[in-house]
């Protein structure tokens, strides 16, 4: 790590890092939010979490402008440039993923507006815990800049991979029988799917953080589990 430019840069790359911060624990909140308020068919919950999302948004250009400003100040280079350019790109994702929990409350409340629902049929909230455990250890990797956690996370895909395939078969089945809840259940589809790509955004926050630390991308294919889906 090299020694900074001076304590000016110092602390504006300190104010990127709690802006970071800041987006990251909103888009935990949004998707956990987004998932709670399915399971627990609180109709009310979703405008809210659909209104959120633009503060998600505020948040991410404030990253940017952020980045931008201190690039044009000091003409970082080495660490310290890609401090910054890891960071533009990561506020990027997480918007993304708010994006994503946004879609999922849009979907949701879809779902549990319908006559038929009573209650999910297959375990998409695990799907959920399970990604949202990643997007939290993923962020911690990048805030403490550890090496070895980011590359577990970049290892743990092909587990939410089998998640997400195991959960369409198991819809797509439902589906052949109870064809009136066709509607329904695409978009539970759509809600698996929606999570399935947040984890492969926790794989590239983690890929992010194996950059800033090795100044190069890992030299692997991310794991994946064999799908056409």
Known sequence: MTQHINSAFDAGLADVNMQIAKLGAL???QLDNSLTALKDKNIKKFDSIIERDKKLDELTAEVSSSVFELIALWSPIAYDL???LVADRVGAILERVGDYSKNIARRSQV?????SFDRL???IVGLGEHVQGL???????YMENDLQKAMNIWESDIDTDRLYLSIFKEIVSYMSDNPDDAKMLTHMIFISKNLERVGDYTTSIAKQTYFLSEGEYPDTKRPKAMTTY
């Open 27 to 29: 888009a935990e909140t």
């Open 82 to 84: 890609r401090s910054l």
């Open 111 to 115: 779902i549990v507006t319908e006559e």
């Open 121 to 123: 049929p297959v375990n």
């Open 135 to 141: 997007l939290h250890r993923s962020l911690d990797a």
